[in-house]
Every structure is written in C-alpha cells, then in structure tokens.
C-alpha cells in the first residue's frame, strides 16, 4: 500500500468541496473563491483537490446521462457480494472518536477563564480592537485579557497569550499586569507574552516601567530591549529587534532566537486548532533560532521537523498532533 | 535460520529481490487457495504489479510472505466485487436503456466500474446513513437541506457525513 496522501490535505479538500455544494448560493461563492486560493497555496493540496473532484465529477455525470440506478444497482451488488463486517465496527468506533473529539478539543484548549475574560481569541484567531481611550490592542491566538478603565488608571490583566499593545496618550498611566508583575506606561507600543512562569515584554517604541512581583525597584525597559520576568523577582534584559518583530507580528510570524524548543510549541500551539500535545522536558534541551509562520502551523511543525531528526512529530488528524524525542536507535 | 532475502534492511532493489525470493512460492499458495492454475498465475502477477504500484512501501517489509498474502487475498476480494459490480451495472444499464441517450463505450464503463468500486470500497468504512446521505447528494443530486430531510438529521450532520465519505474514497483511491 502507499502511505496514505497527506491527510490533511485530503481532510480539507472534502472540507472545501462539501462548501462548494452548499444550500447556501453565498457560501458556495465564497468557498470558490477561497478553494481556488487553497489550491494554488501548494501542490499537495491541488492533487488532492483533482482526486476528490474527479470522484465528484463521475457521479455527476451519472446523474446527468440516466445511469444513477444503475451506479446504485452496483454499488450495492459490490458490496453485498463480499460484506466486510469487521472494519465496520472500526469504523463505528473512529466515527464515534470523531464525534467526541471537537467537543473534548473545545474544553482542552479554552479554558473557562478564557471565555469569561473581556476579549479573547482562539486558537488562531487573531483580532485587533480600539480602547474606549483610542489605545489599540491586538490579541494573538489563544490569548485572553480583562480590561479595567477607571478615572485614574487604565488596567489590560493578561490572562494569557500574547498582546500587541499601542497606548494613547491620555495623561492616565496605561497598566499590562500579569502574575509576574506589571508595565506601566504613557504612550508607547509594546508586545507582551505571557507564558506559565514568566512574562517577555518585547519594547517596540519609547520606554516603560516594569514592577516585578517581590521586587520593590521598578526596571525601565527602552525601545530596542526585552524583558523577562518571573513571580519569583528573577528578571533578564535583552536586546532586541524591534522594528523585525513588528512587521513579524503583524505578518504573524513567530521569530525567535536560542529559544528553549517548549516555548516555541507553546506558541504555535496557540496558532493551532487541533492539540499539539509535547513532553515539556524532553523537549527543552532544544534550542530554535527560526522565524516561523503562526498562520501555517503545519509548515512551521514540517519546518521544526527538517531542521531536528532527532524530534519525532506524529499527526494523528490535524486535531491532534504528538512531539517526542525519537528513541535513539 | 532460514531468513527470507527480503527483510527489514534495505537492498537496492527490494522488489526484484521480493520477486526472486517469493514469486514461485506465492503462485503456488495461490494455486492450492484457488485450484485454477492459470487464475493462479495471473493473481500472482497482479499482487507483485499491485506493490510495485506502492514501491515506496517496500522497505518497511519485514514479513514478506505474510504481505504477499494479504494483498493477494484482497485482489481475490476485490476481484469478486468487481464481477459482482460489473454484471449488476451492466445489467440495470439495459433495464433503463430508453432514459439514457447512448450505451457507454468499453472505455466509458471501465471508468464507471473503477469509480464505482472506489465507492463501494469507501462506504464499507463508513456508517450506513453516511454513505446513503452521500449517494443521495452526489448522485441523485438533493440538496444539503433534503438529505437532512430524509435522513432525519440536521444539516451540519449531512456535512459531516459527507466530508466523512469524500475521505473515505480519497483513501480508497490510495490504497
């Protein structure tokens, strides 16, 4: 047998010729449009895309030249000459698997908190929205913020993922807080990620202050610098590249340098609908430098996979995907 | 130990090795399993024919005989779905003559057996309202809302289904 063609590429194929046959005469429109852009985006998906409409094509033309009984008159004789009764309790079995998993992934990847926060986004959903005080923020996937204006100061509580943040000047300071401490500032555009046990602060323009939970001196961050800082008062400076993680932002990719590969599968798993499940310590002994695209998570795994043999990243659907270190042979 | 020529390390040319090794032996397991020496002969070519159409897999061989048989078994399987396919096609074909504009050529049926045995081969993997909520739309032409209607299931349902079967064959057309 041939491996199987690319799953995913086949799985959205069905997706998209599923859209071109709808009730709905708009969403058959629109899922032209996106399928002809689908197809062009890579070669696999095109072959997949060919395989399905051909299949498609030949039941229509039964319909079409008076052989639509004798096509069921076939199928049937086929498949009552030689039934096949056990793969149909497999295949009861992963329908079943099928149905339970969207539900079960919607619980593993949103947690509560996340749906009762101010603005959130999910997994791959980006989205950008104006304050009340005309202060811009963008959310990245995944990401979670509670918003606390008041008469003397305004307050983004980070839940979780990462933020861009463009404050406007309006004589009240403008707070990001997280566990791990808080950034105060005027007007100023900065990124902030939040992850388990730290916050990176990223500056892209002029400065702000940084008060470091169980630290009493705050830490100034200028354009140019990053900050990390954990609720334990540990707190790291470094440069960066400003102006490069704006326009990566906004092209939403991911780019990092010498960062621990866990962190790394934290973000594209933010990006990602499906789960992407990794054993934390096995991988952080990996180091990435890559610039990696947050909208193609399958690329940037594919990607992450050529440039380590020894990461051994299995896809079970793309609802689910696995990363160990393979076993050293 | 009597290790058969063909095992998990590569060779360079694993089939011609598989074939060295193995052919004699399966033409006359197939022999034995069908009694027609002739049908026996041509089967085996066909399940060497059928894994050089899937080399890539070859490597991975470990078991060569086991392999042999199972894609010689599901030729055999295979082989009787098509007749059974074939004559019930062919035979509905004349019944409805007069609604149809022509009889299809030689070449015309060979492509609606093969499509139609790709489905077939795709349903058995399926549920039973799945692939009926795809043969109701792909080939009798009713609409998402009037499948979800007859089957009494709600339209995302039918989608489901669909894309569900579409999968299926796309499998099917790989194996």
Redesign the interface.
Known sequence: ?????CTTA??Q???W??RL???DAEERRQAEQSFLAWKAADPRHAE?AA??EK??G???A??Q??????????????????P?PA??L???LA?LA?LLLPGWLALQTTPASSLLADLHTGSGEWQSTTLADGSRLALGGSAAVDLQFDAKTRTVTLLRGQILVDVAHDGRPFIVATPHGSIRALGTRFLVNRYADETVLEMLESRVAVSVVGSDRPIVVEAGQSLRFAADGGARLASIDGPLLEDAWRQRQLVVRDRPLDEVLEQLARNRSGLIRYDREAVASLHVSAVLPLNDTDRALQLLANNFPALRIRRFSPYFVTIDRAEAH | MDRPAVSCTASPDPLHDLYASHHGWLSGWLRRKLGCPEQAADLAQDTFLRIL??R??LPAICEPRAYLTTTANRLI?DR??????????????S??AD???SF?SPEETL???Q??????NA?????VR?GEAF?L?????M???EVACRLDVS?RMV?KY???C??A???Q???
């Open positions: 047998m041939k491996p199987s063609p086949s799985e194929a069905a997706a010729i599923v046959s709808s009730d997949a395989r399905l299949l498609v030949q039941l229509a039964f319909r030249d008076g052989s639509r009984s004798p096509a069921r008159q076939a199928i049937l004789a086929a498949r009552q000459s030689t096949r793969r149909r497999a295949a009861r329908l099928a | 159409g899937a890539d897999a399987i009787a779905r098509r007749k059974a396919l074939e004559q019930a096609y062919l035979a509905e074909l019944a409805v609604t149809r504009h299809p492509i609606a057996v499509a139609l045995m790709q489905i077939a349903l058995d993997r399926v549920p799945a043969l739309h792909y080939l009798d032409g609409t998402h809302a339209p989608r669909l894309v569900q579409l999968l064959c796309d499998l057309s790989a194996a």
